[in-house]
């Protein structure tokens, strides 16, 4: 079974902190992407990042691609009330049923 | 461009009765997604549309879930009968071919009572 094991599964930090977000698999993908869901919407992506060591800034979003494509990290710097929500990451590996997978989630609650 | 539409929001019924849903994709994607959302947890796949073919049904409960999409545009979701642990949001999300992302819609409540 292919998975992508998101860690750490709940957060919840006060506004103003860092945090960081790993997405893990035994597998490699093609690619990753990363997608918010706050409650009551549905996900929305955030990032695709393609290439091995990748490194994308979205704000006070980084987001890396391992050198292997097996993993991801999200790191959220001066974490604010509105980045709470639940962290999606997902991809298509490239062997086996080449079915799009999600991760377990993370859900990120910041206090003010 | 406009995004995925999915409706309605928000639907509850009482178990052993139908239920529908609808969902229209962004323009000029081919692929169609129907999942499963318990609370928490990441989407489930229930089915994927590629134009108007199925090309993976394998999680959906075939004996009380059904799902179409004739024209290869709109696609609707059937649950005959529901029951209570069918009580989940329900996304649609459309992909442009050879791209990884996916656009999901504001999903659709469902609540079984």
């Known amino acids: 079974t292919q998975l992508l094991e998101q860690s750490p599964q709940f957060l919840s930090i006060q506004e103003g902190e860092n945090l960081t977000v790993y997405c893990n698999s035994s597998s490699v993908f093609s690619s990753l992407q990363w997608y918010r869901q706050e409650p009551g919407e549905g996900p929305v992506l955030l990032v695709t990042?393609?290439?091995?060591?990748e490194v994308k800034k979205l704000k006070r979003l980084t987001f890396q691609f391992g050198d292997a494509r097996k993993d991801s990290s999200l790191h959220i710097t001066a974490a604010q009330p509105g980045d709470t929500g639940l962290y999606l990451c997902?991809?298509?590996?490239?062997?086996?049923?080449?079915?799009?997978?999600f991760g377990t989630g993370t859900r990120l609650k910041v206090l003010a | 461009e406009a995004g995925v539409a999915q409706s309605p929001r928000y639907k509850i019924i009482e178990k052993r009765q139908s239920v529908a849903f609808w969902c229209n994709p962004i323009?000029?994607?081919?692929?169609l997604y129907w999942y499963q959302q318990i609370l928490g947890q990441g989407p489930k796949l229930l089915i994927q549309?590629?134009?108007?073919?199925?090309?993976?049904d394998s999680q959906l409960p075939k004996d009380r879930f059904s799902a179409e999409r004739l024209k290869g545009v709109d696609s609707t979701l059937k649950i005959q009968p529901a029951k209570l642990e069918d009580s989940a949001v329900y996304l649609c999300?459309?992909?442009?071919?050879?791209?990884?992302?996916?656009?999901f819609g504001p999903g659709t409540r469902l609540t079984v009572t």
């Open positions: 990042v393609v290439t091995g060591g």
């Open positions: 549309f590629q134009n108007n073919g199925v090309v993976d």
């Open positions: 999300a459309s992909r442009l071919t050879g791209r990884g992302e996916q656009y």
């Open positions: 997902a991809g298509f590996p490239t062997s086996g049923t080449y079915k799009y997978i």
């Open positions: 323009s000029g994607h081919a692929t």
